[in-house]
């Protein structure tokens, strides 16, 4: 694979997709590679493009002199930054172009190996052995499932009274989104009534006492790389406050990612358009987007090397039986399952990991959010969420698996996989409801998937104008159908 580092800014002028090949390339070949050796700036971006803002913009310099040699006829598919640099290893260059060659080639070796030291860091390599080693020094816990639920199904739920005090009002009396829904009533809940409370330094897996079934896993310290976590929570952070809520009726925001099924009463196979404002330019969208996958990519491949096999076999069983696409805008929705993601470590910049797994289709992020006790149904038993921060001495904000009674103590930088078929929740937060900055920040992601993704893709997949509709219908109101998280 090849690796890169960059400015977090141009993202999406990274996308390197097929070029055009001239018919006559011997000729054409040489006064390209002519042209660039007599023009000081492109040599300059050259020695640079190791870096992959400089290659970009050394790239798109290079289609325009290809481009300008060639007539529209003579161009068919080429990556043209690749085909330089073949053509420069079998023809004699001048000396400034050797130059700019060879401090290339020297930061692209450098680069190789900061990623293979990333990769190390965020145990990206780890083999089969390798994870159950690590699954052998995590805590065991096995619980019997309760005979009633607690805390029980449609309840808001705090463990101090100082959340109470912040939420009763806005929850009893204050205006409602949808007024369809019924309130639901707080409760305070009663540590004699769990069986597990889980310390927020605490990394453990529950299985059930009957059949030996996982119950929920929970990875304190998940990402192993500070300025990547850092950077994750950052892009969270961002699309937070650009996209919409789909939970106006929840405190905080909790925003879809990658692909949706559409409302309802309109279904439809397409990537998210939720965006609060349409001052956005087309690029900074595709920035938004590719960041957000991104972030999703690295989260599903630290899943994939982490979390005990029985979880990623039922999220590969389900991608697997209904042939999904994966969450990636760049690539066309019925190709393969690998793509294209960066991640960031510090400085802006970051590294690029090409012809790599992305992430299931669907996901969403979170900023504060909170939701009273409830269970849904998703195509898959399992569901996925990473806390990447909470500001310190915050109070509030715990999540609770009700069918085993658990509390799981929120902390930064924490994984947790449960099913979210049985009642879960996340408990009040001590913050006023109407404080646009609070003390209180927590953030993070899930991957979870509407139970009609799978139908409406297959409709999609089966329509002979399916790849029109993606690429033309661009607007209309989303989304009403994600899951409860």
């Known amino acids: 694979m ?8 141009p993202l999406t002028s990274l996308s390197r997709g097929k070029r055009k090949r001239a018919s006559s390339e011997p000729d054409i070949t040489s006064l390209v590679i002519q042209e660039v ?50 053509f420069c290893s079998c023809h004699k260059v001048t000396s400034g172009l050797t130059k700019a060659l060879d401090s290339f080639h020297a930061g692209r070796k450098a680069q190789r190996l900061g ?37 029980p199904k449609g309840y808001w739920i705090y463990t101090e009274d100082a959340a109470h005090d912040c939420w009763e009002d806005w929850i009893l009396y204050g205006h409602q989104a949808d007024g369809r829904i019924p309130r639901r009533h707080l409760l305070q809940i009663d540590f004699s009534s769990l069986q597990l409370v889980i310390s927020e330094t605490e990394s453990c897996i529950i299985r059930d006492a009957k059949d ?43 925003a879809q990612i990658g692909y949706s099924a559409g409302s309802r009463s309109a279904p439809k196979f397409d990537w998210v358009k939720n ?10 969208v595709d920035e938004l987007d590719f960041s957000s996958s991104s972030v999703f990519a690295l989260f599903w491949n630290l899943c994939k090397v982490l979390l005990p096999q029985e979880i990623i076999d039922d999220f590969n069983e389900f991608l697997k039986a209904n042939n999904l696409c994966r969450m990636d805008k760049e690539a066309n ?14 400085e802006g910049s970051y590294y690029e990991f090409n012809k790599v797994e992305m992430a299931p289709p669907a996901g969403v992020f979170g900023w504060n959010y909170s939701r009273a006790t409830h269970s849904e149904s998703q195509p898959h038993a399992f569901a996925l969420s990473w806390t990447t921060n909470r500001s310190s001495q915050s ?64 409709k999609y997949k089966n329509t002979i104008s399916g790849i029109s509709q993606l690429d033309f219908e661009s607007h209309g109101e989303e989304i009403d159908d994600l899951p409860d998280i």
């Open 275 to 284: 965006l609060q404002s349409t001052a956005l330019s087309s690029e900074e």
């Open 333 to 346: 929705p019925t190709s393969s399952a690998l793509g294209r993601y960066v991640v960031g470590v510090g």
């Open 395 to 458: 109070i509030g904000g715990d999540f609770f698996i009700s069918s085993h009674g658990i509390q799981v103590k929120s902390a930064t930088n924490t994984l947790v996989a449960w099913r979210p078929k049985g009642i879960h929740g996340t408990s009040l937060q001590v913050r006023q409801p109407d404080d646009p900055n609070p003390d209180f920040e927590q953030t993070g992601m899930s991957i979870v998937t509407s139970s009609r993704l799978p139908s409406v893709w297959k």
């Open 115 to 151: 990623k293979r030291k990333l990769i190390e860091q965020l145990r990206l390599d780890l083999s089969d052995s390798g994870r159950i080693a690590f699954l052998s020094n995590i805590k065991k816990v096995t619980l019997t499932c309760l005979p009633y639920p607690y805390p």
């Open 2 to 9: 090849d690796s890169t580092a960059s400015e977090i800014i």
């Open 37 to 86: 050796a007599h023009d000081a700036k492109l040599a300059a971006l050259l020695s640079k493009a190791a870096h992959p803002y400089f290659r970009a913009l050394f790239e798109t310099a290079l289609i325009g002199i290809w481009k300008k040699h060639c007539s529209q006829k003579e161009l068919s598919s080429r990556d043209y930054f690749s085909d330089f640099m073949k």
């Open 212 to 254: 030996s079934s996982i119950v929920a896993v929970i990875i304190r310290n998940f990402c192993n790389h500070d300025e990547v976590l850092s950077w994750a929570n950052s892009v969270v952070c961002d699309v937070v406050q650009k996209k919409k809520s789909i939970r106006l009726e929840d405190p905080g925001v909790l």
